[in-house]
C-alpha cells in the first residue's frame, strides 16, 4: 500500500512538473507598462498595453493569464517594470518576469517591431517641461522680479532627487494625463481568450 502511494505521488508531481515546463515553453504574453504614446511609436507584436498606474484595474486578469502563459513586463529601458513586478508578484501573479533592456534593446537587437505615430515619451514630457520652467523661471527673474529664480532651483532640486531616488514626482503626474492612460475599458484590452 505504501508502494501505491509513493507511485501517486511520483506521477503527481511528474505530472505538475510537465504542466509546468509545458506553460513554461508558450511564448510569453507581453504586458508593456509604458504610456499609451509610448506604446503607439513602437512595440512588440502582440504586446499589450496596460500604463503602469492602470495595472491595478487588471490585476485579476493578469493573475489567470499567469496561470496560463508567461507574462513578460516591457517599458524603455526597465525602470517602471520593476514596479510593476513587484506589484504584480506581491499580489498574486504566478509566472511573471522583466524583458531585459526593454524595448529599447528590443529595437537595438533587429527584432520585430510594430510602429506608429511618433509622439513624446513620458520621459520626453518631463524633460521638456522641465526645460519650459528653467527658461520661464530665468526670463522672469530677470524681466518681472527676481523670487522667480526660485522656479528654475526648485526644477533642478526636483531633477537631482529623481536622479538619485529613480523616482519622478512629474512623470507620475504627467502619466495620470487623458494622453498617458489607456483609453479603453479593463475588459477590453486584456482579454482572457488572448493566448
Not at 16 to 43: G, M
Not at 130 to 137: F, K, V
Request: charged letters at 15%; glycine letters at 10%.
Amino acid at each position: 500500500m505504501t508502494t501505491t502511494l509513493l507511485d501517486q505521488e511520483q506521477i503527481a508531481e511528474t505530472s505538475a512538473a510537465s504542466n509546468n515546463a509545458t506553460r513554461q515553453d508558450l511564448n510569453p504574453l507581453y504586458v508593456d507598462v509604458r504610456t499609451p504614446q509610448e506604446f503607439e511609436n513602437v512595440h512588440i507584436d502582440g504586446a499589450r498595453n496596460i500604463p503602469l498606474p492602470d495595472l491595478h484595474a487588471y490585476i485579476e486578469e493578469l493573475k489567470t493569464l499567469s496561470q496560463q502563459r508567461p507574462i513578460m513586463l516591457v517599458c524603455r529601458t526597465q525602470n517602471r517594470v520593476k514596479i510593476a513586478y513587484d506589484y504584480l508578484t506581491n499580489n498574486g501573479v504566478t509566472s511573471c518576469d522583466i524583458l531585459e533592456g526593454g524595448i529599447t534593446t528590443w529595437v537595438d537587437q533587429g527584432k520585430p517591431v510594430i510602429r506608429g505615430q511618433q509622439g513624446i515619451s513620458l520621459e520626453g514630457q518631463v524633460r521638456a517641461i522641465a526645460g519650459g520652467l528653467i527658461i520661464l523661471g530665468v526670463a522672469l527673474g530677470f524681466t518681472v522680479h527676481s523670487g522667480f529664480f526660485f522656479l528654475p532651483a526648485i526644477v533642478g532640486a526636483g531633477l537631482v532627487h529623481a536622479g538619485v531616488t529613480d523616482s519622478c514626482l512629474m512623470g507620475m503626474l504627467l502619466s495620470k494625463l487623458p494622453m498617458n492612460r489607456i483609453k479603453n475599458s479593463p475588459s477590453t484590452s486584456v482579454k482572457k481568450g488572448d493566448s
